[in-house]
C-alpha cells in the first residue's frame, strides 16, 4: 500500500527518464535513416553519415544543399526537447532523495539548480536549429555540456555523503564527468570541423561519444533515484 505521501508526479520524475533515454535513442535512429543526406565537407552526400554528420545536422530545417529536412528535424527536435524538458524535472526533484545528510541535501539542490539550466539548454538546441539560428544554438550547446559538467561534480560529492546512495552511482557520475571533460576540451580547443574532413570526423565522433554517454548516464542515474526512492517509500512492485 501508498504511503500518504505519496506523489504520483516524483514518481514519474524518477520514473520517466529512463523511457525517455530509449525513445530519445529510437527517434534518433528513425532521423537518421530519413534524413535526405549531405555534410559539411560533402553536401551532395544521400544520406546520414554516422562519422560526418553532427546529431545537429538531423534538427536543420534544410540540409547542407538546401533540400527540404522536415520529417527528420520535426523527429530529432522533438527528442532532444524531450530530453530537456525532463532532464528539468528529473534534477527539481532529486533533492529530495538526499535529505538523510544535510551536506549531501544541500550540495544536490545547489547542482540540481544548475541541472535544471542545462535542461532549459538542451530544449533550447531543439528550438535554435543551427541553419536558422546559429549563434543561438552554440550558446545552448556550450551551456548545456559545460553546466553539466559542474552538476557532475557536485553530485559526485553529493552521493558520497549521502547514506541512502550507493556509491556505484558516484563512479558512474566520475566516469561522465571524465567523458564530458573530454568533449568541452575538444569543443575548445579541437580541429575546426567545416574545414578539413579530419577535423569534421574528429568532431563528430566526440559528440557521438559524448551524447550516448549522456543517454546512457540518464537511463542508469533514473534507475538509481528509482531504487532509492521505492527505499524511501516502501514500494513494493
Known amino acids: 500500500m501508498n504511503k500518504p505521501n505519496f506523489s504520483i508526479t516524483e514518481y514519474l520524475a524518477y520514473h520517466l527518464p ?6 530519445f535513442i529510437l527517434l534518433n535512429l528513425i532521423a ?4 535526405p543526406g549531405g555534410t559539411y565537407q560533402n553536401p551532395e552526400f544521400n544520406s546520414y553519415m554516422f562519422t560526418q554528420n553532427y546529431f545537429s545536422d538531423l534538427g536543420r530545417t534544410l540540409t547542407m544543399d538546401s533540400t527540404s529536412n522536415f520529417y527528420s528535424s520535426f523527429i530529432f527536435n522533438f527528442g532532444l ?3 530537456g524538458s525532463l532532464t528539468c524535472f528529473f534534477y527539481f526533484f532529486l533533492p529530495n532523495l538526499f535529505k538523510q545528510n544535510s551536506t549531501s541535501h544541500k550540495i544536490s539542490i545547489g547542482a540540481s539548480i544548475i541541472a535544471i539550466t542545462s535542461g532549459i539548454a538542451f530544449s533550447g538546441i531543439a528550438l535554435t536549429p543551427s ?3 546559429l549563434d543561438a544554438h552554440m550558446f545552448f550547446v556550450r ?3 559545460r553546466s553539466f559538467l559542474i552538476v557532475a561534480i557536485f553530485y559526485i560529492i553529493a552521493i558520497y555523503n549521502a547514506p541512502e546512495w550507493n556509491n556505484k552511482y558516484a563512479l558512474l557520475y566520475i566516469a ?3 567523458v564530458l571533460f573530454g568533449y568541452v576540451l575538444v569543443m575548445e580547443f579541437g580541429p575546426d570541423g567545416k574545414e578539413t574532413l579530419y577535423g569534421l570526423t574528429f568532431q563528430v565522433i566526440a559528440q ?3 551524447v550516448i554517454s549522456f543517454v546512457i548516464s540518464i537511463f542508469f542515474k533514473s534507475m538509481g533515484a528509482k531504487e532509492v526512492y521505492r527505499k524511501r517509500e516502501n514500494i513494493i512492485r
Open 81 to 83: 526537447f524531450m530530453i
Open 143 to 145: 551551456w548545456a555540456f
Open 18 to 23: 529512463m523511457y525517455g533515454a530509449i525513445s
Open 32 to 35: 537518421m535513416i530519413i534524413y
Open 208 to 210: 557521438k561519444i559524448i
Open 176 to 178: 561522465f564527468a571524465f
Open 131 to 133: 541553419d536558422l539560428y
